[in-house]
Structures are given as C-alpha cells and as structure tokens.
C-alpha cells in the first residue's frame, strides 16, 4: 500500500499514523525517523510530526541516545489486555506438553505494571514437593520479567529511577534474539521466550526452571534442545491466540 496516498473513505493522516506503528512494531526499535520516513513513503517532516504526536500519547518511545523509535508503553497495555483465563486456556496443552517433555516446571507470565505475576504453572513432572505459583510476582531480572520488559518499555525507567545501561542493553539483546535466560537463584536456571497475542503484540512469556546443569551447559550457554523446546511452545501458543506470522 502507498502510504502517503489515502485510500477512499479513510483518514489520511490515521492511515499514516497506523502505518508508522506497524513499521516501529516490525523494527524492534531499531529504526530512526529518516529509516520510518523511507519505509512508509512520507516526507522526513511529515513522519517527524506523527511520530511527535504518536510520543505525546505514549504509543511510540524514543531512545533519547539513539534517537530510535519503539512501541510506547500506552499502545503495549491496550494490545495486552489478554483475558488470564483464556491466556491459561489457549496456553495449557502447550505448557503441560513442555513440562512433560523438558522435565522442567513451566510458568506463563504477564506484566501488571511494574510487576511480573505469574498467571499459570506446571509442575515440573515429579514425585517432588511443590508450591504452585499462580499469583507469585517473579524478579525482573528472571527469564520470564526479561522478556516482558524486553518488549514493553525497555528505555524508560522505573518507579525506583531509570534502568542503567547494561539492563537496558541486554534488554535490547533479548529482543533481539527471541528469548532470556537467568540464574536468579542458587542452583536454579530459566529460559523464556514472547508469546503474541492477535495484533503481534508480547502479551505474555512462557519458561522453564530447573536445575543450571539441566538448563545450562557447562560454559552456561542455554542447552539447545530446552531451548528450542521454549521457543517452540512460546511460538504454538501466539498461533493459538491468533498472532501473525507465528
């Protein structure tokens, strides 16, 4: 579609605004004004005035170093408004086929503010005591809380002052990559991975913990086939609830 060009019947300038976004949400924050401008077919001047309007109303953020555009915090909580009953339902068979297959207690995860909660778990398949989670704020700095800032607000700060450079760029490299990992207790490991809701949206993360000799090689490199056991779950639930191209 010609961007720059109205289709009958439609708002010019929501057209290109929608376009904009659709281009920010496809870049990972990696693209600057002149890159949106060239990608959607507008003026330089003409992107720089949306793009201003779009940060006003918090459905864009820029990176004040790089001057690089992301989704905006207010756009993110509007496209995960995901219902926790029908995220654990559309994620269940998944989860429950990871535990059994990984041997690795599974936990689905999504942002309440500042919070990681988490909305489902499985028990890690054994005769072992366990407590279930359900409700449990998790760390940001666990697999699961990395993922969802990764792709929430990664560039702004927190209640507690603003994320220092190196959270903000492995953040950046979470993103980028597809998935996170932790050691945030002793002995325990995790890796997660994004779950996309229908407009492509992260609307949740999905992970596995166990043991760091189980999850981790020995130079603490996430063992391949856990790993793609993540990512895969992660990916067949953003089918489940309707994500492009997942």
């Not at 001057?67 to 998944?94: T, V």
Request: some cysteine.
């Amino acid at each position: 579609m010609a961007y720059g060009r109205a289709v009958p019947g439609s708002v010019q300038s929501i057209e290109r605004a929608a376009a904009i976004l659709h281009v920010v949400a496809g870049s990972g924050g990696t693209l600057g004004v002149t890159d949106i401008a060239e990608a959607v077919g507008l003026a330089k001047t003409t992107a720089h005035s949306l793009l201003r309007t779009l940060l006003l109303v918090g459905f864009v953020q820029q990176d004040p170093a790089t001057g690089r555009y992301a989704l905006g915090s207010a756009l993110l909580r509007l496209g995960s408004s995901l219902d926790a009953n029908e995220l654990r339902a559309r994620a269940s068979n998944w989860a429950d086929a990871l535990a059994a297959r990984s041997g690795h207690a599974v936990r689905v995860a999504t942002l309440s503010g500042e919070e990681v909660v988490v909305v489902h778990h499985v028990f890690r398949p054994d005769d072992s005591a366990q407590l279930l989670e359900v409700g449990t704020a998790l760390p940001p700095s666990s697999a699961l809380g990395k993922v969802l800032l990764a792709h929430s607000h990664p560039h702004t700060g927190t209640r507690s002052g603003p994320r220092p450079p190196a959270a903000l760029a492995e953040l950046a490299e979470v993103r980028a990559r597809g998935w996170a990992a932790d050691r945030c207790e002793p002995g325990l490991g995790g890796i997660a991975a994004p779950v996309r809701g229908a407009g492509g949206l992260v609307v949740a993360a999905l992970g596995v913990g166990g043991p760091v000799s189980a999850v981790f090689d020995a130079r603490g490199v996430p063992r391949p086939l856990v790993l793609a056991m993540v990512t895969d779950a992660a990916h067949a639930v953003s089918r489940e609830l309707g994500s492009p191209g997942a």
